[in-house]
T-cell receptor, first 111, second 109 residues
Framework: DAGVTQSPTHLIKTRGQHVTLRCSPISGHKSVSWYQQVLGQGPQFIFQYYEKEERGRGNFPDRFSARQFPNYSSELNVNALLLGDSALYLC??????????FGQGTRLTVV | SQKIEQNSEALNIQEGKTATLTCNYTNYSPAYLQWYRQDPGRGPVFLLLIRENEKEKRKERLKVTFDTTLKQSLFHITASQPADSATYLCAPFRGQLTFGSGTQLTVLP
């Protein structure tokens, strides 16, 4: 069975640009969460979606947005990129309130 | 505000010994707490979940305790091996998972 897949794996963007990151959850998982992880820190919660509705939002600016599609895949969008947005972006899927299964992440570098 | 603290220093232990990692939380009442392992450049991998009404959970060489009075969880790896070297993340849950900064464990052969 396929695990959580994220694309792309690596990305380099220029300050001010926009980026879209994609995530496909494990089949049957209806909950998808997004996290940002900078070097030396634990993952920081950005968004959670369940059944296509936003169920939680972390302390991130409005430049960050997300959505979940009918097939439960998800996109994370970041506008007006800043150098400080450089990080590993992780997607996790889960069955209700249970353990989270993470993808390999998208490494975003903003230059 | 909610705060999660893990061992502030990296932990180095000798192969075969027991590693004990600490997770303390404040301003928080998690319904349950999870532990994850993360290798460099990879996503975290789930290890164990312990609920607020459970004191201890075991899985093979892993043991986790949860003391809601002390607001602390301890994570033990017995008979440690070099392959156990990784960063271990504590993640209390109340609405969503909130991760600590992790403890980097190195098991020396």
């Amino acid at each position: 069975d396929a695990g959580v897949t994220q694309s792309p794996t690596h990305l380099i963007k220029t300050r001010g640009q926009h980026v879209t990151l994609r995530c496909s959850p494990i089949s049957g998982h209806k909950s998808v969460s997004w996290y940002q992880q900078v070097l030396g820190q634990g993952p920081q919660f950005i968004f959670q979606y369940y059944e296509k509705e936003e169920r939680g939002r972390g302390n991130f600016p409005d430049r960050f947005s997300a959505r979940q599609f009918p097939n439960y895949s998800s996109e994370l969008n970041v506008n007006a990129l800043l150098l400080g947005d450089s990080a590993l972006y992780l997607c996790a899927s889960s069955l209700a309130q249970a353990e989270a299964f993470f993808g390999q992440g998208t490494r975003l570098t903003v230059v | 505000s909610q705060k999660i603290e893990q061992n502030s220093e990296a932990l180095n232990i000798q192969e075969g010994k027991t590693a004990t990692l600490t997770c303390n939380y404040t301003n928080y009442s998690p319904a349950y707490l999870q532990w994850y392992r993360q290798d460099p450049g990879r996503g975290p991998v789930f290890l164990l979940l312990i609920r607020e009404n459970e004191k201890e959970k075991r899985k093979e060489r892993l043991k986790v305790t949860f003391d809601t009075t002390l607001k602390q969880s301890l994570f033990h790896i017995t008979a440690s091996q070099p392959a156990d070297s990784a960063t271990y993340l504590c993640a209390p849950f109340r609405g969503q998972l909130t991760f600590g900064s992790g403890t980097q464990l190195t098991v020396l052969p």
